[in-house]
């Protein structure tokens, strides 16, 4: 029961958004941040931010982090790491906590130099997501999943157009879809994926669970059994919709 | 070149025997030569059920062994034509059920028989999958109650999983779902699954419901086939789930209590 168990700590994937460093004090930076952000300030405000340090020979002191960080929060960012630092450039980042990113390197060159599009990029948080695996083909099951079997999807979805017996397992690390009625037990987001979910046409599991959270059947309240159903972790509960409700 | 049928549950008690005797007794009764064998090493009872306990003389161990050969082990039933009863060793267990002996016995026994009836102890052990292995055809014994279900449920998945057609990747066994014990009264008190409650869970054809019946006991220790009792709803039963095996369409009968006719409507609809 490893699923059942699954640790505090999990992988997750973010997008955040890469600011190119030239130099740390040149008065262009303020401007060109000011003019992206006026251009959309909702989608701006509060956002995490990266700093890409390729091309910044400065910022080898604590203190050009610190005035970094303050020009950056007048502008509503918030800068949580940087990446392609020097080991100087990294050990003044760590003193104000910025974390070491790396990858995305080859894509972060437009950022805040180019005014359109916007200094979006992907930085893809390379480290500490060990147990969110890639995604995979999904597997499409058409025959009735009987009692004492298991089916498990690595790194994809598992569809299944037949019905699910009493004492059948299905596990897979994406989302568990069920076109027939659900009566065994489903494992969705088993690496940890907390955005996985089960759906059922028909909802008579013995035991659902996403990303290690779990309700047995006698958790589940009857006026969710015996008709199509959803299950997803919301705000960190296990959270039955009925129905193809979209919240 | 005979076809093998498998009588399998995963639950014991639930008509195997029975029913793999009234079974083979109403294809032969046909016109098909057919044989049953008895897979329940060491619990041997077909050969009572078919009242022939005494003249057994070498069983299928002894022509696994290789210790005696077919003819002199299968016995010849006295009543009907065309049946013969091979069975089993009540002093051995299922290990003895040797892999390469049973395919042996199995090819020759379908060179000369039309059906071969294969009578599965319960459980999902060696002795029962050593029955199912050799399977073109299953007929899940099935009692309207949830364990018996459940237990046919991991049986039909054991017969897609575990079968030489499974293996072999050839077309799977043909599955037919037989209900037995039925009692019409107790499913209206709510006290027995439904014929339509057990089809849902098994979607698995329905071959035929067999009603709960005294007839079936005192046939059993009579050593008498139940299919051979013309009279009882127990013998008609099997004589209608026998034809459609072959083929024939049937009515399905005693899925209700007696004297409702005005629900005639719905038999046909259970019978589809």
């Known amino acids: 029961m490893t699923v059942m168990m699954a640790s505090r700590v999990q992988g997750g994937i973010f997008t955040l958004m890469v600011v190119r460093i030239g130099d740390p004090y040149d008065p262009t930076l303020n ?3 000011e003019e992206q952000v006026a251009r959309s300030p909702g ?16 910022c080898t002191a604590v203190a050009d982090f610190t005035a970094l960080k303050q020009l950056l929060s007048r502008h509503r960012l918030i800068p949580v790491g940087v990446q392609n630092a020097s080991t100087l450039q990294m050990r003044a980042a760590k003193a104000v906590d910025l974390a070491p990113f790396n990858g995305a390197q080859s894509h972060a060159r437009r950022a805040a130099v180019e005014p359109a599009p916007p200094a979006v990029e992907r930085a893809p948080r390379a480290p500490a997501e060990p147990r969110v695996a890639a995604a995979s083909r999904p597997r499409l099951v058409t025959q009735p999943v009987r009692s004492g079997t298991q089916i498990y999807v690595r790194g994809g979805d598992l569809i299944v157009v037949a019905p699910v017996s009493a004492g059948a397992e299905l596990i897979a690390d994406g989302h568990i879809h069920v076109y027939g009625t659900l009566r065994g037990r489903a494992i969705a987001g088993a690496a940890g994926d907390r955005d996985a979910r089960i759906f059922a046409h028909r909802f008579e599991p013995e035991l659902v669970s996403v990303a290690g959270r779990y309700l047995v059947s006698d958790a589940i309240e009857p006026e969710h059994l015996n008709r199509e159903a959803q299950v997803a972790l919301i705000d960190d509960r296990l959270t039955i919709l009925p129905g193809w409700s979209r919240s | 070149m005979g076809k093998v049928i498998v009588v399998t549950s995963g639950k014991g008690g639930v008509g195997k025997t029975t029913t793999s005797a009234a079974f083979a007794a109403g294809l032969a009764l046909r016109g098909h030569k057919t044989v ?3 897979f329940d090493v060491g619990l041997r009872n077909l050969d009572l059920v078919m009242g022939c306990e005494r003249r057994v003389v070498f069983d299928f161990i002894n022509v696994i062994n290789g210790d005696a050969n077919l003819n002199q082990a299968l016995i010849r039933d006295k009543r009907i034509d065309n049946l013969y009863i091979f069975p089993t060793s009540q002093t051995r267990d299922k290990d003895a059920l040797k892999r390469e002996g049973v395919e042996r016995v199995m090819t020759e026994l379908k060179k000369d028989f039309e059906y071969i009836v294969c009578d599965s102890p319960a459980g999902i052990e060696h002795g029962a999958l050593t029955a199912l292995y050799h399977a073109d055809a299953a007929i899940i014994v099935t009692n309207p109650e949830v364990s018996s279900v459940r237990d046919s449920d991991r049986i039909i998945g054991l017969l897609a999983s575990k079968s030489r057609r499974a293996e072999k990747r050839e077309k799977p066994v043909e599955e037919h779902l037989l209900l037995t014990r ?5 499913v209206q008190r709510g006290e027995m699954l439904s014929v339509e409650d057990v089809r849902e869970i098994l979607s698995v054809p329905l071959l035929g ?5 005294e007839t079936v006991l005192k046939a059993s220790n009579t050593g008498m086939p139940v299919i051979l009792d013309a009279q009882s709803p127990a013998g008609r039963a099997y004589d209608d789930a026998v034809a459609r095996f072959a083929g024939e369409q049937r009515e399905m009968r005693f899925a209700l209590p007696e004297r409702r006719g005005f629900l005639r409507g719905w038999f046909g609809r259970a019978a589809s």
């Open chain 1, 31 to 33: 401007r060109e941040l």
């Open chain 1, 43 to 58: 989608f701006f405000a509060e956002a995490p931010v990266v700093l890409d340090l390729k091309d910044c020979l400065g």
């Open chain 2, 36 to 38: 049953v064998i008895d």
């Open chain 2, 182 to 186: 039925y009692s019409p009264e107790r």
């Open chain 2, 209 to 213: 419901i067999i009603p709960e019946s």
